[in-house]
């Protein structure tokens, strides 16, 4: 159940923001300053920064953007983002502002410092201001908005973790003697290279007719077929890291889950595993394909699982990364499963078109899978059982898995957690190639 805490700029998508028509990179930064605002709900309010954008080549871009956040950090709130591009090349600082009014269910609002690609950036003076009585307009503090404060530029900022594996980039701290600008951050970014938009690649890109629902997927690579199966509310792009590899090896087969990425769905019945696994057959059937390797992530892996024993034949070896049998407290963290309800509980009542796909994956963490461990024993493909050794599902769990299905290896990875394919790629992608690579 890949219910994660969606950090970033990730989210955005979500909320359909310009910055989205660009292209990824290897360099790209996102990083967040956070600000209280629970006490201002209902006002209105003026976010504003200072850029100065000089991008070297056709990928760069600095921008900036704002989102208020509820209670948790996923707890995104509904149609708050906004956001705002600067102009190409400029030489000169140029200030940027972002109005609205402060929801009534937010506590948090996020400003973003994002860059796309190579270039050299510039952000300085992050302000925020809140009309605290009609026509009164009261400063609030951004805790080293104006880089004044600290030898470190990205002191106070979430997302700083994500820098560590870039190369071809520095953050650093400058000054100058102007008095609007005395110190400011400058981001510096080169040879950065665009990354494949997985999930998003009409070149690759196909669909087949499901029970009424039309199921996307992408095709990369040759070799044996490697079907990918991401997450509950994930997509191909979950695997964006582990799709270059492993197209080195296999014809890599990713596909997004009915009514998740860019796959349709007209039901409004529950979701159900059985129900994706049979999506699956309809795939490989259409693709003419049997004997194929299957990794599934989360809800992919409880997916995976169901492939496997419904059609032995179809799958020839499989690995599952964080599945569950059902959803219990002596199998998932009760963390995720308050988390779920919570969140269920919150778009039930406001009962929103655009929320109902949610709605249902909500529901099926909480109703989702009911698999006896006995039935495990019809596996006959070669399996690898994985978790992370601080993973949402519980080891004990994850070794009843493990158990129960015939000959099946179990590798609990030390210190990693059930999001280790994006916290540590490398990892995960080489557990699996070693896996497969096996007689």
Not at 250 to 274: C, E, H, L, M, P
């Amino acid at each position: 159940m890949n219910h994660k805490k969606l950090l970033l700029i990730a989210c955005l998508s979500f909320f359909g923001l310009p910055l989205f028509a660009q292209v990824n990179t290897t360099v790209d930064v996102n990083l967040v300053k956070e600000i209280p605002v629970k006490k201002f709900v209902n006002k209105a309010f003026k976010a504003s920064v200072d850029i100065k954008n000089q991008p070297s080549d056709v990928t760069g871009q600095a921008s900036f953007f704002m989102l208020q956040v509820g209670k948790s950090d996923y707890d995104f709130i509904n149609h708050t983002g906004k956001g705002s591009l600067p102009a190409k090349n400029d030489t000169t600082w140029h200030h940027y502002e972002l109005q609205g009014t402060i929801d009534p269910n937010a506590q948090k609002m996020w400003l973003y410092i994002n860059t796309k690609g190579n270039g050299n950036f510039y952000y300085d003076n992050f302000g925020l201001e809140i009309e605290t009585a009609p026509g009164v307009w009261t400063k609030i503090e951004v805790p080293n908005g104006d880089f004044e404060q600290a030898t470190n530029p990205l002191k106070d900022y979430k997302g700083t973790e994500s820098l560590k594996t870039k190369t071809g980039l520095s953050i650093s701290l400058e000054k100058t003697q102007d008095p609007r600008y005395l110190s400011y951050i400058h981001i510096a970014a080169t040879g950065g290279k665009i990354i494949e938009r997985y999930g998003q690649n009409s070149s690759r890109g196909q669909y087949v007719n499901s029970q009424g629902c039309k199921i996307y997927y992408e095709i990369y690579g040759q070799g044996e077929p490697l079907l990918l199966l991401h997450g509950n509310g994930g997509s191909i792009a979950s695997f964006k890291a582990q799709i270059p590899e492993l197209a080195k090896h296999y014809q890599v087969i990713a596909v997004d889950t009915r009514g998740q990425g860019k796959s349709t769905d007209t039901q409004s019945s529950s979701f159900s595993y059985n129900q994706f696994a049979d999506d699956m057959k309809t795939l490989l059937d259409t693709l003419k394909l049997k004997q194929v390797n299957v990794v599934g992530w989360s809800d992919g892996g409880n997916t995976g699982l169901i492939l496997a024993m419904k059609h032995p034949n179809y799958v020839k070896k499989l690995v599952a990364l964080g599945a569950n049998l059902n959803p219990s407290e002596e199998a998932v963290s009760t963390k995720i499963l308050n988390q779920a309800k919570k969140d269920l509980a919150k778009l039930q009542a406001k009962n929103e078109p655009q929320d109902q796909v949610t709605i249902r994956l909500l529901q099926m963490i909480l109703t989702e899978p009911q698999i006896d461990p006995a039935s495990l024993k019809t596996i006959s493909a070669k399996t690898l059982i994985l978790a992370g050794e601080k993973d949402l599902i519980l080891e004990p769990h994850t070794q009843l898995i493990g158990r129960s299905i015939p000959n099946a290896q179990v590798l609990i990875l030390k210190g990693q957690t059930h999001f280790v394919p994006e916290e540590n790629p490398a990892l995960f992608t080489q557990t699996v190639l070693d896996f497969l690579a096996k007689p």
